[in-house]
């Protein structure tokens, strides 16, 4: 079965510094997508950052990057300058299929301190 | 207004009625989808829709039902509520199987 893991339960950080929130997944697409999603207090969903597969250089969103190594299948958030807004639940999320279905991981609860 | 909205935002019911949640998008995205979200679980499809008249099950589809008469709805119903299915439901939609846009959420409590 296909799988999406995040390894890191919680994390925290302090205000302005550095994070990176691991990812490693399992799928059998050959050209496909992969999404890092926010989810703040408020409960909304929020897509941060996507990686297209097929690209080799890494997507960039302001503070928000990813490293992206296909071989390995490993898709890390790295969160520059943390500010305490990113406070929130941070989901990893790979295709499974080919009918646009994703499958998420169980999210890493990031908390900012000031 | 635009984008994808959900209705209600939090209902409360008993075990065995029937409770139908609502999805309304305004982008014409073809692919929409249920989703629950719970303690340890992450988010978990239920079903999904390719177009109008298409639906599919996903992984927890028991004691669910779609339909999808038209692209901007895509109503999810609990024919007979349980404890179980108290949870918070996300719909989502996205364009030929790019990138999910998420509703604001239902929480529903069984009673």
């Known amino acids: 079965a296909q799988t999406v893991t995040q390894s890191q339960p919680e994390m925290s950080v302090q205000e302005a510094e550095t994070v990176t929130l691991s990812c490693t997944y399992d799928?059998?697409?050959?050209?496909?997508?992969l999404f890092w999603y926010k989810q703040p207090p408020s409960r909304q969903m929020i897509l941060v950052i996507r990686?297209?597969?097929?690209?080799?250089q890494n997507a960039t969103e302001n503070r928000f990057s990813v490293n992206f190594q296909k071989a390995a299948k490993s898709f890390s958030l790295k969160i520059s300058d943390s500010q305490l807004g990113d406070t929130a639940m941070y989901f990893c999320?790979?295709?499974?299929?080919?009918?646009?279905?994703?499958?998420f991981g169980k999210g890493t609860k990031l908390s900012v301190k000031p | 207004d635009a984008g994808i909205t959900q209705s209600p935002r939090y209902k409360i019911t008993e075990t065995g009625r029937q409770v139908t949640l609502m999805c309304h998008q305004t982008?014409?995205?073809?692919?929409m989808f249920w989703y629950r979200q719970d303690l340890g679980h992450g988010l978990r499809l239920i079903y999904y829709?390719?177009?109008?008249?298409?639906?599919d099950k996903g992984e927890v589809p028991d004691g669910y039902v779609v339909s999808r008469s038209k692209t901007e709805n895509f109503p999810l119903t609990l024919e007979s509520a349980t404890r179980s299915q108290t949870s918070v439901y996300f719909c989502?939609?996205?364009?030929?199987?790019?990138?999910?846009?998420f509703g604001p959420g239902t929480r529903l409590t069984v009673t």
């Open positions: 989502a939609s996205s364009a030929e199987g790019y990138e999910q846009y």
């Open positions: 799928t059998s697409e050959s050209n496909y997508y």
């Open positions: 990686q297209e597969a097929y690209k080799q």
């Open positions: 999320a790979s295709p499974i299929g080919s009918q646009g279905n994703l499958i």
């Open positions: 982008w014409s995205h073809s692919y």
């Open positions: 829709s390719a177009a109008a008249d298409i639906t």
